[in-house]
């Protein structure tokens, strides 16, 4: 990481940031899909709610780089305005790499004794349920502007923020014939994948009751995509032949967005006593889910979609005593 700022006078400063980000998970038994040290088949054995022997064939690894850009600028314009202004920059690269490891010589219809066994996986070129590898970048950019007002006895915060998510790929239009594998019926057009944007105000005002009391609300939109497997997963839009064997990303999902409502008092007792009491709400939109798709050819299968609703409400107390 890189950061550095700049002071162009007492009231106003910038600050830039550059940090660069790697992420690495995996779920495998060996690093090597192909290590001999994989076993056959046939000493995989299960019993309700246990494995008794064998090896799990399923290799999994994901590597995300991430570039982010930030600039941050405030100003203290005077006594009773601060304005803050930003930009924030992140480029995402994501190499996904899913493969089930099978048998060579079942794949090749050679196997002559149960016992042959020697690990192989499909090749990223081929277009089979066996694996499942894309390498997307898609783009992330915020901007926000806030002016935090003091006066006397009240503190007033207001801001707006922008956000825009480019997911950067294509997607078929018709996912009932994602691939166009089913002939006479409706067939795909291949699209980019829409870019998402949204506005999100927020304001937050403290106000001094008086000198042992002081009353606050906020209220604010807040913003979250949804996790990257959910738009990417099964890149290459093929569909099992058996029900409810896929669940296929989607990336034209919409962002989760929260409307939040608080309000709450601080009061102090005595010198050594105070309480505080909060309430709020909040209403969540466009919760993650999954729909059932049916194909032209009645395979059944699952593609992540928004769908939910979800609200909170709550009463937070905060009772602080100090000796």
């Not at 690495?24 to 001999?36: H, I, Q, T």
């Not at 005077?78 to 010589?105: A, M, P, Q, R, W």
């Not at 239009?173 to 999100?200: D, G, H």
Request: proline share 4%.
């Amino acid at each position: 990481a890189i950061q550095s700022n700049y002071m162009f006078s007492q009231s106003l400063f910038v600050d830039f940031k550059y940090s660069n980000l790697k992420y690495y998970n995996g779920y495998y038994v060996y690093e090597d899909p192909l290590s001999e040290d994989y076993v056959s088949s046939i000493y995989f054995q299960n019993v309700p709610g246990f494995y008794t022997g064998g090896q799990e064939k399923t290799h999994s690894t994901r590597e995300t780089l991430d570039h982010n850009f930030k600039i941050d600028a405030t100003w203290q314009v005077n006594k009773f305005h601060s304005l803050k202004v930003g930009v924030d920059l992140l480029l995402h690269n994501i190499n996904n790499e899913y493969y089930t490891i099978l048998n060579y010589y079942n794949v090749t219809s050679t196997l002559t004794n149960p016992e042959d066994y020697q690990p192989y996986i499909f090749p990223s070129s081929s277009l089979t349920t066996y694996n499942d590898i894309f390498n997307v970048s898609p783009l992330e950019l915020s901007a926000y502007i806030q002016d935090k007002m003091e006066f006397n006895a009240m503190v007033i915060n207001m801001g707006l923020r922008f956000d825009r998510f480019d997911p950067n790929v294509m997607y078929p239009t018709e996912y009932r014939n994602p691939l166009n594998l089913i002939n006479e019926v409706n067939q795909s057009s291949y699209l980019p994948a829409k870019v998402q944007t949204q506005l999100s105000p927020r304001i937050g005002l403290a106000y001094q009751i008086s000198d042992e009391a002081v009353m606050h609300f906020s209220y604010g939109h807040f913003f979250q995509m949804p996790p990257f497997y959910a738009m990417y997963n099964r890149s290459d839009w093929l569909v099992s032949t058996g029900d409810f064997q896929t669940v296929m990303g989607n990336p034209n999902l919409s962002a989760e967005k929260t409307v939040k409502y608080e309000i709450g008092i601080w009061q102090r007792i005595n010198r050594n006593l105070s309480f505080d009491i909060n309430l709020y709400y909040k209403d969540i939109y466009d919760l993650l889910s999954t729909e059932i798709i049916t194909t032209f050819n009645n395979v059944k299968y699952g593609l992540y979609t928004n769908k939910d609703y979800g609200n909170v409400r709550g009463i937070e107390l905060k009772y602080e005593l100090r000796s």
